[in-house]
């Protein structure tokens, strides 16, 4: 069975070891010993042990509280994913362990090096010392030889072993950023020039990769215990939670703390003489927090569980009986990071306003260059032409994507911040920030659905307005552009899964409850994987399909993290495997996903037309966006009522449906009301764009609207015979010969923007000149 394990192990440990470095020699090292025993009579406060085969030693730097004394044996088990491979006992005085022959009651801190035999050393497979983040113990129990309690256990301690490999790289966390964040600049790049369907295939799939990224991070958040290799893993993507360690910002941080009346910890600083216990669930935390004190005498037993009380509920660093601490969940993930946990909250959120702030510089900035270059003559005037008359409006719109981007991650941290209470000033900006992205959001959702109901009772199509008009689709198209038109209110329960998830992960840090944010996580992916897969909500298949991918991917994550939680006491075998496998499978899939990202981003700067790669969407949106961009002057009327209120080409500013100060009642409204079709089935007629009491042609009150046959011949209103529409009479008197070229729709070349002989008339359609 050991052959059976080891040979799959193997092969991906040579896998592994292409993405790391290689150290000088191999080791097992251990930072911690672990109390595994009621009433255990030998306890740690520091454990740091590191075993070199090269030269059979083992270096031991332990400070230990003992309550035994006699004569002991040790009981040497090592384990590696459940699987027990090496069962000894050790005699203390067979060693040469001073000070553990006979062992006596005190403290007893001990430095020296214990030699490691070769047969001992032949035991050990090679792959311990090549597999990524190994998930190995040593447990050992100590039994007395003389006296009453001979042949009984009297201590117990354990060890994790690592080997000094982990799936934890500075490369993925650099690499994973800088594709996510080049793909949204991308599709920011692609759509100034105009290539509106690729770039919102390409942001729709950035952002969704960002979002599992993120998902990746939280199941490192929750309480629930990991296998090595999982919180390996999941730490590669903490980046996107904002919690990345600046040495002079940690400083920084907890001089705020202090100064707005914090009490910041210090773990970092007692490394030397403290060691921290990572990965304990937190009802176990709190059986070895009560084992340590029912050892103390009377007269600290009551001070030190008001203390551990506190900390358990309010802080999170517990500290045991022997000195050392016990650090879960959200504490985990910041004493990984090389962060303290009270600094933890600053950190995410100072990185979040430092990527608003850059972004904000960035856009400003290349307006200012694209400015330049067109001034220099270096640029055609006609390149980002929409970017850059309306920018503001864009940079709008691209801050609130940072909002949105930054939901789940500043929800979390905020939430958390309400049960740590670092200081007055931390309080006061979990608050602001929480509550205010929660509005900011929550008002531009309602936003963007009162545009799709107005788009639905004007045009009865919500895709009209919502993609037609630029200042709705810059500033409001970061919570509809990846959905398809009828859709756009999938963002409200997207918002809803991201805020109750946010709360599970904060607000179960504490006691028992890894199973129930494990069993929180099953319900909340198994809703959103039902609601992709039934409504499909994205713009189009593949983008449907990239999503409930990852939705299954969530699913099948909270499965594992159940499993992780050992409710269902399976032996620790099965979830050491079930984490390999959690590892393999995701990397893969993230792997996958980032391939697909680069090759369709590469493709989309490569290619002349990256729109032509991409079916139009049913929501027939591309057509909207064209009419409102690319044909800026559809007709002859659009043409002279852009002359006339002075529009600037590609952006048209008399069509924001959305402004600010704009409700359901405001002028804009009413003008698309007027135009919309009247009860004999025919469009108002247009008003002079000077004047707009006074009608753009003057009207016969006899005259009725003009009436063609099935073949778009028009019926002449004196003789009531159909003739030929070119040589109908012009709206401005005399006959259409008479008219110049660009107004006769003739077959030769007419100035950009007007209507040729082909185009419907505006009064055929009906529904003005919309």
Known sequence: MRVSLLRPLAALASLATFAQPILAEPILQSNSLNT??????????????????????????IVAVSSIQGSVIFDVSISAYGYQIIRTKVNPCEAGLAGLCPMTAGKIPLNFNLPVGADAIKQIPG???????????????????????????????????????????????????????????????????????????????ALSLFGYFQAQAMIGLTAVPLPPVVMAWTQDFQWSMGIIRVGFMQDIFTWYQRATGGTPSHIFDSLTTVSVQVEKRSAELMNLAKRSIAMMPRTIVEPMAAIMKRDLIKRGNIQTGSGSYLVFGIQRVAFRAGIESTNLFMTGLTFFCIFVVIVTIC?????????????????????????????????????????????????????????????AAEMVLAVFFLFGM???????ATKVIRIARRSVAMHRNPAYILFSDPQALNKWGFLYVQFRASAYYFIVPSLGYIFVKGMFVAFAQDKNKGIIQAVGFILVEAAALIAAS????????????????????????????????????????????????????????????LIMLIVTTIIVFFRDNPDGRYTYMADDRTSFMKSQTHLTTTTELDALGATARGDKGGYKHGLDLDDDAESISSDSVRRQTERMPAANGYGNPPRSPADPAMPLFPADGNRSP????????????????????????????????????????????????FRSQNSASPWQRGAGYD
């Open 127 to 205: 792959i311990a010392y090549t597999f990524p983040d190994l998930d190995a113990k040593v447990k050992v129990f100590i039994n007395m030889t003389d006296g009453p309690n001979a042949g009984t256990s009297v201590a117990c301690v354990e060890a994790d072993i690592s080997n000094g490999k982990t799936v934890d790289l500075v490369g993925v966390k650099w690499a994973t950023a800088i594709v996510a964040c080049l793909a949204l600049t991308s599709s920011a790049m692609v759509s100034g020039l105009g290539h509106y369907n690729a770039a919102s295939h390409v942001a729709a799939n």
């Open 363 to 423: 856009v400003a900035a290349f307006k200012g260059i694209l400015e330049l270059l067109v001034k220099q003559r270096r640029m055609k005037s006609d390149k980002f032409i929409e970017f850059r008359n309306g920018w503001f409006t864009v940079l709008k719109g691209i801050l609130f994507r940072m909002t949105l981007i930054g939901f789940p991650q500043m929800t979390i941290l905020c939430l958390w911040e309400f049960t740590q209470n670092d200081s």
């Open 438 to 444: 929660i509005a900011t959001l929550g008002w531009a």
């Open 534 to 593: 039934v409504l499909r909500p994205w713009m189009d298949k593949s983008t449907n399909s990239f999503n409930i991918a990852i939705c299954v991917m969530n699913f099948l994550n909270s499965i594992f993290l159940l499993i992780f939680t050992e409710v269902f006491n399976q032996p620790p075998l099965v979830t050491g495997v079930v984490g390999v496998v959690l590892w393999i499978a995701n990397a893969a899939f993230a792997l996958v996903l």
């Open 706 to 753: 003009p009436q063609y046959n099935n073949s778009g011949i028009l019926r002449n209103q004196t003789s009531g015979h159909f003739q030929d529409r070119s040589a109908s009479p012009s709206p401005y008197g005399g006959a259409s010969s008479n008219l110049t070229p660009a107004f006769r729709g003739q077959n030769n070349a007419s100035p950009a923007g």
């Open 36 to 61: 595994c025993q009621e009433n255990s009579g030998f306890t740690a406060s520091l454990f740091n042990v590191i075993f070199t085969p090269n030269n059979n030693t083992a270096n031991v730097d």
